[in-house]
């Protein structure tokens, strides 16, 4: 028979409520971010330095929207892991109960 582990679920679920927070707050430098190198395009006063702004704002909000979904994918596969081991969990308990009771396990109503 081989040996098993125990998954605790808690600390999943807390990990991708960290991760959710990570993601706004990610979102939230993200359009500061972006925002600043825009205006400051506009106020540059020089095309050089206003067309360099913009594109840096652009390159910008790419890697942050990437940085974004990263985040947003690792909570979302947190959160199902802990629903799966949850689940797994609670149908080996009720089979196991099954069993002993199929069985006349002592202890164990038949009901």
Same mark, same amino acid.
């Given at each position: 028979?081989?040996?098993? /582990?125990?998954v +605790?679920?808690?600390?999943l679920?807390?990990?991708?409520?960290?991760?959710?927070?990570?993601?706004?707050?990610?979102?939230?430098?993200?359009?500061?971010?972006?925002?600043?190198?825009?205006?400051m395009?506009?106020?540059?006063?020089?095309?050089g330095?206003?067309?360099?702004?913009?594109?840096?704002?652009? +390159?910008?909000?790419g890697?942050f929207?990437?940085?974004?979904?990263?985040?947003?994918?690792?909570?979302?596969?947190?959160?199902?892991?802990?629903?799966?081991?949850?689940?797994?969990?609670?149908?080996?308990?009720?089979r196991?109960?099954?069993?002993? +009771? /199929? /069985?006349?396990?002592?202890?164990?109503?038949?009901g």
């Open positions: 028979m081989g040996s098993g /582990f125990t +605790r679920t808690g600390p679920v807390s990990g991708s409520q960290d991760i959710s927070g990570l993601q706004g707050r990610c979102l939230a430098i993200a359009e500061d971010a972006v925002a600043s190198l825009a205006a395009a506009g106020s540059a006063g020089h095309p330095l206003a067309s360099a702004l913009s594109g840096a704002a652009e +390159r910008g909000n890697a929207a990437g940085v974004w979904a990263a985040y947003g994918h690792a909570s979302q596969s947190l959160a199902a892991t802990a629903a799966s081991y949850d689940g797994a969990e609670q149908a080996n308990a009720a196991s109960e099954e069993l002993l +009771r /199929f /069985f006349g396990w002592p202890g164990v109503s038949q």
